[in-house]
RNA sequence: UCCUCCUUAGCUCAGUUGGUUAGAGCAUCUGACUGUUAAUCAGAGGGCCGCUGGUUCAAGUCCAGCAGGGGGAGCCA
């Protein structure tokens, strides 16, 4: 019993033999009624776990007019004594002794119905969404998932670092950013030339949201050694993928003293570490997630836990593709960026594991990446998963001041705004590397569900900011 | 942003070479049933066929534009 008087259907349904014969008070919303003339079943779920609670319901002992408004969708109160259940099919039901409705739900509008929906209809009512089963579990998921990152982290002496949000560099260099201001769209101040005067702007200059922390994760990396951050990042890019949002939420650890084996050794360590805390914490609502949606869910996760993740570089994978005979859209050429069909063969035929790809063109990757001495590449790792993708993007950094201030010189990338970032390899510079987990995509594949939509409880894509 | 497919009842979908009154399952409502499990059985109500224009004697069906959505691609996490 908590503190609002109430007892967590999931309590009841775990440890039910310590309240069997108990008198037990349960709250929460109907799922479905069926019954007869003398004896009703009610379907109750308060979504501390996914199983519903049957209470059963004596129909001459109560109120028809209370029961009419038993529907489903309806909240409850219920009191009763929680018995072994005479029929099959659970273990314990609540005998009703009364009911209360905290809540009617009009049985002729309510959405949500006890027959599957499709994933498209429950977007367009994503207020009401987290009362589905799948919603229940995917966002129990996700919080387990939220909490095992900090857990994780904290057990491994990395400290959680808060960048902005708001932020005064348009030159991040991971996609368009959305504009934050506070100037009038329609009128806004213009300077003599015509163009906008950002000098009357809130912050004196123009700023965006977040495309990355990492830049400034690197400053924590640079005093605590090891940091990560864990927040929400905007991209403004047009993109109309299962795999993308416009605000998502991002992990990015930064590590002092870390080269590029030591970030991949902690990339696949992390990743199993978060699988295998959902498999041993969430196992109801995965094996739900397995039966309604994929049926090799949960051997896929327990694979990835057994398995070493291949490691092998890009210009590897290369050749590999060009001498693989099979027919791809693209060509593969060394100096070009891998196709998604080409990152699906090696890790779905090739391998039929993760694959983390490291030493990519240098031409094809961020300015901040390492430079190895042979000119052309970088210590670039992608951690590339079945399904869906590249899962983490990371690198070792350029720690050398010459050699990163020639390489943004040559990407035009404005040494005046990211002065400081330039002075920490001025002062004390390090070695070190970082990545970056995209939190959704991690759900994407620890849930098997496939749009990026239906793991984030209010998803912003382009043209849809609902809710 | 590009390619492609889709849009018919509250939901999921049928709807023939263009042809007269628009179909099913589920949901809802009414009734039956003494323990149901996505209960079952019987009956009823429920439609701007996405929007706009065009072709035709006749359009849910063919054509064009627009809007919304799915899948694939690019950008990336």
């Known amino acids: 019993m908590d503190h609002f008087g109430r007892n967590k259907i999931k309590d009841l ?54 029961l009419k408004l038993v529907t489903t969708g309806a909240c409850l109160k219920v009191h009763g004594k929680l018995v072994e259940s005479a029929g099959s099919g659970q273990k314990v039901e609540i005998v009703a002794e009364s009911i209360e409705i905290y809540g009617t739900a009009d049985a002729e509008i309510y959405p949500l119905q006890k027959k599957g929906h499709t994933m498209e209809f429950l977007r367009e009512i994503a207020h009401l969404r987290p009362r589905t089963n799948t919603f229940g579990a995917v966002l129990r998921i996700r919080h387990a998932m939220a ?10 002496g990395f400290y959680y670092i808060h960048t902005p949000v708001i932020t005064g560099s348009d030159a991040e260099g991971a996609g368009a950013m959305f504009r934050v201001t506070t100037l009038d769209a329609a009128n806004p101040p213009k300077k003599e030339d015509g163009a906008i005067d950002f000098v009357q702007d809130f912050f004196g200059k123009p700023t965006n949201l977040t495309v990355s922390g990492q830049l400034e994760a690197e400053l924590g990396a640079m005093a605590l050694s090891l940091v ?24 990015e650890p930064e590590m002092a003293f870390y080269e590029i084996t030591e970030n991949m050794d902690l990339a696949e360590d992390f990743l199993k570490s978060l699988i295998r805390y959902a498999l041993e914490n969430c196992y109801d609502d995965l094996e739900f997630l397995n039966e ?11 694979s990835i836990v057994n398995v070493d993740f291949e490691r092998l570089s890009y210009t590897r994978a290369v050749e590999i593709l060009e001498k693989c005979g099979e027919k791809f859209e693209f060509p593969t050429a060394w100096g070009s960026d891998l196709q998604a069909e080409h990152e699906r063969y090696l890790v779905e035929k090739h391998f039929k594991k993760p694959v983390i790809l490291t030493d990519y063109p240098k031409d094809i990757k961020a300015f901040y990446m390492k430079q ?30 010459e050699k990163l201030y020639s390489r943004m010189k040559e990407m035009g990338v404005s040494e005046k705004e990211l002065w400081w970032y330039l002075e920490t390899r001025k ?31 209010f998803p912003r894509t382009p043209m849809n900011a609902e809710f």
């Open 292 to 302: 309604m949606y994929d049926k090799e869910l949960i051997e896929r996760l327990k």
């Open 13 to 66: 349904l775990k440890s039910h033999e310590s309240f069997v014969g108990n008198n037990v008070i349960v709250k929460g919303w109907v799922r479905t009624k069926r019954g007869n003339k003398n004896v009703a079943f009610i379907a109750l779920n308060d979504g501390s776990i996914i199983h519903n609670i049957q209470v059963v319901v004596d129909v001459q002992n109560f109120d028809e007019n209370i």
């Open 372 to 401: 190895n001495d042979d000119g052309k590449t970088v210590r670039g790792m992608d951690v590339l998963f079945p399904r869906i993708g590249e899962i983490i993007g990371g690198s070792q950094r350029e720690e050398v001041y």
């Open 228 to 251: 990560y951050t864990f927040g929400p990042t905007f991209r403004a890019e047009n993109s109309n993928t299962p795999r993308h949002l416009a605000e998502f939420w991002m992990i």
């Open 147 to 156: 909490f095992a990152i900090h857990k994780y982290f904290n057990d491994n």
């Open 427 to 457: 002062f004390g510079t390090a070695p070190h590397a970082g990545f970056g987990l995209g939190f959704e995509r991690l759900i994407l594949f620890v849930t098997g569900m496939s749009n990026i939509r239906d793991v984030i409880p």
